[in-house]
């Protein structure tokens, strides 16, 4: 593989692609989002076969991954997600004059995208990371999830496409084959502006430390996943213990447990364990063991189970009723609080339906527990209005270890749309200050530009006098159209 060629092609097309005017760029997302619904007969029982998630399941994915890509077309033609500024020279000003300053956001260069195995669709190829790097204007060099190849060179093609058809250069997309080697080829070429990564820890931070260690470190946007903690309360919980349990369930075994939303770890009071427990076992019974995306992820799960079954400060409510070399038995132990914060082992992240109940005795200890917690993707609070109201304290330690934080529900089903953060402290994620699914994941492949007295000619249209584009830009301190 000629990595020189795949990134001068790439600049290439940067220089070209970076100006090209949100419409335009619009246009050309729409045509990816059509062309992989063109596809859909192929493709659905495709990545179905590959990654054994159900036709049904795949079906929700294309109309998500086609969605998000509409979606960052329509805030290309809006336009005002540059976040134009504008402060006007005042020549006259004393001691000295002010000059002109315009500022805007402007794309980074070419980025590597790892895509991930569960989400064969909408997190992999034409996933959220290719999606907002191309809405962005930096072109996508896509390293290939060996997990599904076919339906990764199939939409890998359907995006090549939409480039030919949308007179850009070739060099906007590029699919890539290869193994681990072949991704740190990449991410260490010196055209390589930016690294998107969905995936595990291991592999998430070794690729953030190898771009660190670059001559020009380059930021690397890791989602390594997370256990997504629920904390019950004691009113909700004991008023609501068949049902919470049922919610509990559904997210705990979606898709076989293989979302980086699943819920690893719940907090239960002590009054109400034995009686969550019962009704939690009995829903788990009711759960048909769903194969997982391929035998070595299996492996992993019952790895992670084996080191657990030989830590005696475990309870096991639900032992996995096999281990299977695909399909994902699902189980449930419980510690006490005051062994859980004894070993931080107990955090790992168990990729399939396990989960880990934290009894606890009092409002201390809840709260020396969340006192511990690692970075997360979300935390879930299952309160009563009045149970939570004089817990500010707690809520605001708690809003710091996450990216989203839910009142209701369960954290899998990750919206996807203007208000979504998808990012937590490390070690869910290596950049807490940025998402991965919503509109916002644009801004990790773009960086602010100021012009000082620049000719109006020169300037991009998004910062000229006459705001031709007529998006909202803050003009002299006031946000205006
Ligand atoms: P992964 O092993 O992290 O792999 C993701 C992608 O990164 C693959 O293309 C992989 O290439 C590449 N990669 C991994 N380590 C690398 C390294 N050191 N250098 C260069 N490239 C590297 O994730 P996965 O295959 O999707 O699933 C494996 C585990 O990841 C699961 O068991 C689970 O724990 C976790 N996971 C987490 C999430 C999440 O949402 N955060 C999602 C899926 C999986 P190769 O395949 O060629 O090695």
Same mark, same amino acid.
């Given at each position: ?32 989002? #059509? ?13 179905? =076969? =590959? ?10 994915? &294309? ?7 509409? &979606? ?5 033609? =809006? ?7 504008? #402060?006007?020279? #005042? *020549? =006259? ?5 002010? *000059? ?19 989400? @064969? ?24 999830? @060996? ?71 380059? *930021? ?48 239960? *009071? ?13 829903? &788990? ?44 038995? @699902? ?61 500010? #304290? ?32 490390? @070690? ?54």
């Amino acid at each position: 593989m000629n990595y020189d060629q795949i990134f001068q092609s790439a600049q290439e097309a940067f220089l070209h692609f970076k100006n090209v005017s949100g419409k335009d760029k619009a246009t050309f997302l729409r045509r990816i989002a #059509d062309g992989l619904e063109a596809e859909k007969h192929t493709l659905i029982p495709l990545a179905s =076969e =590959e990654s054994n998630l159900p036709e049904g399941r795949i079906t929700g994915e &294309l109309g998500r991954t086609a969605g998000q890509i509409r &979606l960052f077309a329509k805030l290309l033609e =809006e336009g005002s997600w540059v976040e134009a500024v504008i #402060d006007h020279a #005042d *020549p =006259e000003r004393t001691p000295a004059p002010k *000059p002109d300053l315009r500022r805007f956001l402007t794309p980074l260069g070419p980025v590597v995208v790892f895509g991930a195995s569960n989400f @064969p669709l909408a997190f992999s190829t034409a996933g959220g990371d290719t999606a907002s790097a191309l809405a962005s204007g930096c072109p996508v060099i896509y390293k290939a999830h @060996p997990a599904h190849p076919e339906t990764s060179k199939l939409v890998g093609q359907v995006i090549s496409k939409a480039v030919i058809d949308s007179n850009l250069p070739l060099g906007v997309f590029t699919h890539v084959e290869g193994g681990i080697e072949t991704g740190q080829k990449l991410i260490q070429h010196p055209l390589a502006k930016a690294v998107a990564f969905t995936g595990s820890f291991t592999g998430g931070k070794s690729l953030f430390d190898l771009a660190n260690q670059r001559s020009e470190p380059i *930021p690397v946007f890791a989602e390594m996943g997370s256990v997504n903690p629920i904390i019950a309360f004691k009113e909700k919980l004991g008023a609501n213990i068949e049902s919470l349990a049922k919610a509990f369930v559904g997210s705990l075994t979606l898709g076989a447990g293989q979302f980086c939303t699943n819920p690893g770890l719940i907090m239960v *009071p002590s009054i109400h364990a034995e009686a969550f427990a019962s009704a939690v076992k009995k829903e &788990l019974q009711e759960i048909a063991a769903a194969p997982m995306l391929h035998e070595g992820i299996a492996e992993a799960y019952y790895k992670s189970l084996s080191i657990l079954e030989s830590r005696k400060e475990l309870k096991w409510v639900q032992v996995a009723a096999a281990k299977d070399l695909i399909k994902a038995y @699902p189980a449930l132990a419980k510690i006490k609080a005051n062994d859980w914060l004894e070993d931080d082992h107990f955090q790992q992240e168990v990729f399939g339906s396990f989960a880990l109940m934290v009894v606890y005795e009092n409002f201390n200890e809840l709260f020396a527990i969340a006192q511990r917690l690692h970075g997360q993707l979300t935390i879930t609070l299952w309160g009563e209005n009045g149970e939570l109201a004089k817990k500010e #304290d707690l809520i605001n330690l708690l809003s710091e270890k996450c990216g989203r934080l839910l009142f209701k529900g369960a954290p899998t089903g990750v919206e996807v749309g203007h208000a979504m953060q998808h990012g937590g402290p490390y @070690p869910s994620t290596t950049d807490s200050r940025f998402t991965s699914v919503g509109v916002h994941a644009i801004k990790r492949f773009v960086r602010p530009i100021a012009y000082q007295d620049m000719p109006q000619d020169l300037l991009p249209d998004a910062l000229k006098e006459g705001n031709p584009l007529g998006i909202w830009r803050t003009v002299d301190g006031e946000l205006v159209k």
